[in-house]
Each structure stands twice: as structure tokens, then as C-alpha cells.
């Protein structure tokens, strides 16, 4: 389950990790976008339910310098061994370059730099090396995690997902069907048997289906707008279907790019329905290759009406 849930303040949850671990989540995973950090919600996680596994998806390579994304990574893995994995990888130009004042240039490049970086620092080795996005002179952790957590890089296309087969322990994919895995991974091939395979999957458990299928299209307006994912997009085979969507949305009118996106496109990306029927879509993911899948809870009537109670029930409801 993607954490912290909405509506619930930080302090209070305690209950959420509980109520999740009860209900046979094994992870939590954060995202780190403009709500809270990717590793806050962790580090309560850690501390006050120690049955969850942890991860990040995903903490942006530009956001923090090289030495305190491996500080950080290494006090988390400190504090909860062998159950915490960091996801890294760009991000978007407005987390990047609009929200946090740094330039957003050479993604690939840097998220490689990072990664490689990371694996060197987190083992403990000292660190003196000129990269191609930045160098680092004579940096060694004080304390370096006894378990090195497991690195795993987000990716949308083939030259990044041949890094993260080559050099992560995993991939991070976002905003796919359970049709469109096989077409990722099928540019994974040189992973090793233990290579990991998390995917954020967003849940909208309704049985509402234009509610869930309006905020199913703002979403997929909000996202797949994004240079990186219209690209991710294109190379899946949705040109088609979602021109009239670019188009409109790039003559500004949003109205109309809302109202473009096909119903087939929204029920493909979005799970939605009963708890019983989004249980069943998120095991489509697992059964096509996902080994981490990660619900990501959207809002519907029932959860902004009822409160945390609400989302403490609908958990459980979507638990095994």
C-alpha cells in the first residue's frame, strides 16, 4: 500500500500500519511528489510495525545532493534491517526543476550516476570519483547500514530499463495495465532471478463506475501529459487512442482533453470496483510479473465521508 493514506494525520498512523499488517499487506511504499517525503511515513512505519517491509517510489535523484540521499537511505536501513528497499529515479521537470530549483538535466545520465554512486556508498567504500552529472571527493558513510537495502530504479522506456536490469537490484514501473508488463519486461531479460518488479497500481474501490471513471480521467490527464509518460505511452501502442487527448490538452483546452480519454483507457490503467473485484485486477499485475504490487487508494464518497474509519475498513476490505 502506497503511505501515508489521505485524510489520516501522520501521528495517527499507527492504526493504518496496523490495520494494513492485519490485513496481509507486506509493504508499505511512500512516493515523493508535494505531500509528505518519501521517508518520514517510513520511519514511523518502521518504528511502530515492525511485520511491514519498506520502500520509497520514488525518492528523486536531483532533490537531494548524492551524500544525503545516501545518509538518509542508510539511517532508514539502519533503524529497519533487511526490510527496506530505496527506489530512485528523475522525476519530472515540475517536481524538479519548478518546485525544488534544480535543473532538471540529463535524467538518465544522472539517475545512473546516482545509482552507481549508491551502491559504492551504502556498502561502506569510499567515494572519490568523478561522475558525468557531478563528483564527489573522499565521501565514506560514518555509519553504513550492517544490510544494505536493496536499490531499485524507476523506468518507463527501454535505455532505462536496461540500466535497472543491468545495474539495480529492481525496477519501479508506473502507470501501466497488466497487458503493458510484459512489453516492460521483456527489456529486462538480463536481470538476475532475484531482480525485484514493483509497480504502483492506483485503486479506486467503487462500485461507482463513472466516479471512478471521472477521477480516473483526471488523473490520466494530469500524468500522461507529461513528456516522459506520453512518451511511455507512445511506445506501448496508445498513440491512437490518446491523440485527441494531447491534442486538446495542448491547445489548452482541459475540458475537452478530459472528455477525450476513452473509457477503455481509463478501466486499463485505473482498478476500480469492489474490493473483491480490485483485489482480483491487483493479482493480474502479480500474475504478469510484478512481484511488489503496490496499491495506490484514491478517493471515493465513502472514504472522504467516512473518515479514517472508513479508510481503516476499506483497508481491510482490500486486504487477502
Not at 1 to 22: Q, S, W
Not at 86 to 94: C, E, Q, R
Not at 269 to 295: F, K, N, Q
Not at 306 to 317: D, I, K, M, Y
Request: with cysteine.
Amino acid at each position: 500500500m502506497t503511505v501515508p493514506l489521505a485524510g489520516v494525520p501522520l501521528a495517527d498512523h499507527a492504526a493504518v500500519y496496523a490495520a494494513l499488517a492485519d490485513a496481509g499487506f507486506t509493504d508499505v511504499w511512500s512516493s515523493e511528489v508535494n505531500g509528505a517525503d518519501a521517508f518520514t511515513p517510513l520511519a514511523l512505519a518502521a518504528a511502530w510495525q515492525p511485520r511491514l517491509r519498506l520502500g520509497t517510489a520514488i525518492a528523486p535523484v536531483f532533490t537531494r545532493g548524492p551524500g544525503l540521499l545516501a545518509m538518509t537511505a542508510a539511517a532508514l536501513a539502519e533503524t529497519a534491517p533487511g526490510r527496506f528497499q530505496l527506489g530512485i529515479g528523475a522525476s519530472s521537470p515540475v517536481v524538479v526543476g519548478d518546485w525544488n530549483a534544480v535543473p532538471f538535466e540529463e535524467p538518465y545520465a544522472r539517475s545512473r550516476d546516482t545509482l552507481r554512486f549508491l551502491k559504492s556508498a551504502l556498502a561502506g567504500d569510499l567515494v572519490d570519483h568523478e561522475y558525468e552529472t557531478f563528483a564527489l571527493r573522499r565521501f565514506r558513510l560514518e555509519r553504513p547500514p550492517a544490510t544494505p537495502p536493496q536499490i531499485l530504479l524507476a523506468a518507463l522506456r527501454p535505455g532505462m530499463l536496461h540500466l535497472a536490469a543491468a545495474e539495480a537490484d529492481g525496477v519501479i514501473l508506473n502507470w501501466l495495465s497488466p497487458t503493458d508488463v510484459g512489453t516492460a519486461l521483456a527489456e529486462t531479460k538480463a536481470a538476475g532471478p532475484d531482480f525485484e518488479v514493483a509497480a504502483r497500481i492506483f485503486v479506486c474501490p467503487t462500485d461507482d463506475r463513472d466516479y471512478a471513471r471521472n477521477v480516473g480521467r483526471r488523473l490520466i490527464a494530469a500524468y500522461l501529459t507529461v513528456p516522459a509518460y506520453a512518451a511511455f505511452h507512445r511506445w506501448l501502442g496508445r498513440t491512437d487512442v490518446l491523440s485527441p487527448m494531447w491534442e486538446a490538452w495542448s491547445s489548452g483546452d482541459r475540458k475537452a482533453a478530459l472528455t477525450a480519454i476513452p473509457d477503455e483507457v481509463v478501466d486499463d490503467l485505473i482498478v476500480h470496483g469492489s474490493a473483491a473485484d480490485c483485489r482480483t485486477r491487483v493479482e493480474s499485475y502479480a500474475a504478469a510479473g510484478i512481484t511488489v504490487p503496490v496499491m495506490a487508494l484514491l478517493p471515493t464518497p465513502a472514504l472522504t465521508g467516512g473518515g479514517p474509519a472508513a479508510l481503516l475498513e476499506t483497508v481491510r476490505a482490500l486486504g487477502r
